[in-house]
């Protein structure tokens, strides 16, 4: 069983950062997917940025060049690192680990952008 934890999340004025952190413990092998998804009211969940064992990286259009993904393998741990935020990134994040087919889901964890 893989276990997620998301913090990070809070209120941030826009033009503002934010990181998230994401630590996954349990059964986990060295081979695996980490991203972050969003979902803002009444809207679908969406993928904001994955990453790779490797460290192969995959934006949303809409975060590309503002929003930068990374891990620590030895923590089994992934960030998000989140700047100029602007109000529509208000949204619940939520952390995922795709291991062997199966998908593991964290919390999530409430940002909202606004002054």
């Known amino acids: 069983q893989v276990q997620l934890v998301e913090s990070g999340g809070g209120l941030v004025q826009p033009g503002g950062s934010l990181r998230l952190s994401c630590a996954a413990s349990?059964?986990?092998?060295?081979?695996?997917?980490m991203a972050w998804y969003r979902q803002a009211p009444g809207e679908q969940r969406e993928l904001v940025a994955s990453?790779?064992?490797?460290?192969?990286?995959n934006y949303a259009d809409s975060v590309k060049g503002r929003f930068t993904i990374s891990r620590n393998n030895a923590k089994n741990t992934v960030y998000l690192q989140m700047s100029s935020l602007k109000p529509e990134d208000t949204a619940v994040y939520y952390c995922?680990?795709?291991?062997?087919?199966?998908?593991?889901w964290g919390q999530g964890t409430q940002v909202t952008v606004s002054s």
């Open positions: 995922k680990l795709a291991l062997l087919k199966v998908d593991y």
């Open positions: 990453i790779t064992n490797g460290g192969t990286t």
């Open positions: 349990g059964s986990i092998f060295s081979i695996y997917v």
